[in-house]
C-alpha cells in the first residue's frame, strides 16, 4: 500500500481538515491545525506531506521521525501541529487497514469512556451561573471558565474580586460535586497569578490552567508555594522535549498537550508516558473538530493517566459549524452522565461527511484570535 494524494480542507469556525490517499482506496482524516493560523499550517502540511507521496503509511514511527528530524530546524506550533495531522491521518489508515481502533493497535484499552467537560465561558465570561447550571442539567459533572479578562502586572483588587464572584456563582449553581477548571488563558503575570491561586483556593477548583505563559513556566515554583489546587498546563507546548523541565521541576500536576498540536498520536502517547513516570495527570486540550477529539480519546483509551477530556461542542468559538456537524454518525460522541465512550469503530472510530466538508470548505474562514489592549493602549494578553 503507498501513499498517492493529500488534500486539506479550511472549514469553519477555525479548522483544518486533512486527507490522506491510498493507492488501495483506504483514506484516513487528520486535523493539523493552528487556530489563527491556518494558511500557515496548510504551507507546512504541503511541504512535509510531498515527502510521504509513495510512501507505506503503515511505517508511523519512521514518518514522525524523518518528518521532525530531517529538518535542520523543528518543533514549535507550526510544524508540530503539521506533523500531528499527517500523523492522526496514518494511524486512521492503519486502523482502517488492519480493522480494529487505534487504541487497539497502541497496546489496548485501559478503560472504556472517560469523564468530559463542557465550556461555559467565553472571552470575556459573564453570566457563568446560569451556563453552569445548564452544563448540569445536561449530564456534565464538570465544567471550565475562563478566570479572567485581560490583567496587568499588577492590577487592581477590584479585578481579583471579579474573578472570585464569578467562580463563587459557578459553585454556588452546580454545588461542591461538579468540577470546575479555571483557565486563566496566560492572560495573567505571576504576580497577579499568585493572588488569584491563593484567593480561590476556597471555592476548590478543580484545576487551575496556564496561570502564566508557558515561557514563564518558572513561575510556575512560586505559584504552587501559594496553592494547593493542581496546576495544569501544556496546550502551548508542543513536543516530548518541552514537556521534559516542567516534569523534573514537578510543579505541574496535569499535563494539557494538543492532539492537533503536539505531534499528533503517536507523539502525545509518548508524552503520557513520560507524565505518567512522573505521576503527573493527562488531560488533553481539544477545543477543535472531531477527527482531533476522536485522536485524543485513541489515546485516552491507552493513558491510565488520563483524567478527563475536553471537548468543543457548544463552545463559544463554534458559531455556525459545531463539533458534530462533520459526521456522518455524530452519536459516536454521545455524552452520558458526564462520560464518553470510546469510539470502536476502525481507525479513529468515525465517518466524516466527506461532502459536508467539501461544501464548507468553500465557504472557509479567516478565523483570528481577538487583539487586546490595556486602558494605557499596551498590547494585553489574549
Known amino acids: ?81 503539521a506533523i500531528a495531522g499527517i500523523d492522526q491521518a496514518l494511524w486512521d489508515i492503519k486502523g482502517q487497514y488492519y480493522q480494529a481502533p487505534i487504541y487497539q493497535l497502541l497496546g489496548g484499552a485501559c478503560r472504556d469512556s472517560i469523564k468530559v467537560y463542557t465550556w461555559i465561558g467565553g472571552d470575556r465570561p459573564a453570566d457563568v451561573g446560569a451556563a453552569a447550571k445548564a452544563a448540569v442539567a445536561n449530564g456534565f459533572t464538570a465544567v471550565k471558565m475562563n478566570a479572567t479578562e485581560e490583567l496587568q502586572y499588577i492590577d487592581s483588587l477590584a479585578k481579583v474580586e471579579a474573578v472570585l464572584s464569578r467562580v463563587a456563582a459557578v459553585r454556588e449553581a452546580v454545588g461542591s460535586q461538579v468540577g470546575i477548571g479555571i483557565d486563566f488563558h ?21 484545576f487551575i490552567e496556564e496561570p502564566v505563559l508557558p515561557e514563564n513556566n518558572e513561575a510556575l515554583k512560586e505559584i504552587a508555594r501559594h496553592t494547593t489546587i493542581p496546576i495544569a ?56 473538530g472531531p477527527i482531533a477529539l476522536a485522536s485524543a480519546l485513541q489515546v485516552d483509551a491507552t493513558a491510565h493517566n488520563a483524567v478527563i477530556q475536553e471537548q468543543s461542542l457548544g463552545i463559544h468559538y463554534n458559531k455556525g459549524s459545531d463539533l458534530l456537524d462533520y459526521l456522518e454518525e455524530p452519536n459516536v460522541f454521545a455524552y452520558e452522565n458526564g ?39 499596551t498590547i494585553a494578553e489574549w
Not at 246 to 266: K, N, R
Not at 341 to 358: M, N, R, S
Open 186 to 206: 496566560g492572560r495573567v503575570h505571576k504576580p497577579m497569578a499568585k493572588v488569584l491561586a491563593k484567593e480561590l483556593e476556597p471555592l476548590r477548583p478543580m
Open 1 to 81: 500500500m503507498k501513499l498517492t494524494a493529500f488534500k486539506l480542507y479550511q472549514v469553519p469556525p477555525r479548522w483544518l481538515f486533512l486527507k490522506l490517499e491510498t493507492d488501495e482506496g483506504i483514506c484516513g482524516w487528520g486535523e493539523p491545525i493552528v487556530e489563527g493560523r491556518a494558511e500557515t499550517v496548510q504551507a507546512a502540511v504541503k511541504e512535509l506531506g510531498s515527502y510521504l507521496l509513495g510512501k507505506d503509511p503503515l511505517r508511523i514511527e519512521d514518518h514522525w521521525q524523518t518528518l521532525y528530524r530531517s529538518g535542520f530546524y523543528r518543533g514549535g506550533p507550526i510544524l508540530m501541529s
Open 339 to 377: 462520560m464518553v465512550q470510546i469510539p470502536q469503530g476502525p481507525g479513529l472510530g468515525i465517518a466524516i461527511d466527506e461532502e459536508q466538508v467539501k461544501k464548507m470548505s468553500e465557504l472557509g474562514h479567516n478565523w483570528k484570535n481577538p487583539v487586546w489592549r490595556h486602558a494605557d493602549g
Open 233 to 288: 498546563t501544556g496546550e502551548r507546548m508542543y513536543s516530548r522535549w518541552d514537556f521534559k523541565k516542567v516534569l523534573a521541576d514537578g510543579y505541574v500536576d496535569i499535563l494539557q498537550p494538543d492532539l492537533s498540536h503536539a505531534g499528533g498520536i503517536t507523539e502525545c502517547k509518548k508524552i503520557a508516558a513520560m507524565a505518567e513516570a512522573y505521576d503527573v495527570a493527562i488531560a488533553f486540550h481539544c477545543p477543535l
